[in-house]
């Protein structure tokens, strides 16, 4: 019985590792801004109807750069890129 119970308390800690362990504390989880951030803006050859619109940090307040899309799929950068951006659409190609 000893030996099931070692057993039992083995593979429920190698589980909590394989799979994560418990949640993490309050606090301590990646805030949503950072996950949203690490997808790339939309590309011109994927959609040129997007103007993207970059921004200096997470608050996204101060402007730094914008990118907008012919129709052919070339991009067209002002200013400079970075991680930090929101796009919109703006139909201007059938």
Partial sequence: MNRLLKGVSLTGA???AACGGVESAPGQEPALEE???A???P???VNPNRSVTFYSTSAKTVEVGWRSCSCDGTAYLEGSSSPYWTSIVVQHCS
């Fill in 14 to 16: 190698l589980l909590m």
């Fill in 39 to 41: 997808i790339a803006p």
């Fill in 43 to 45: 590309s011109c050859g």
């Fill in 35 to 37: 996950v949203e951030q």
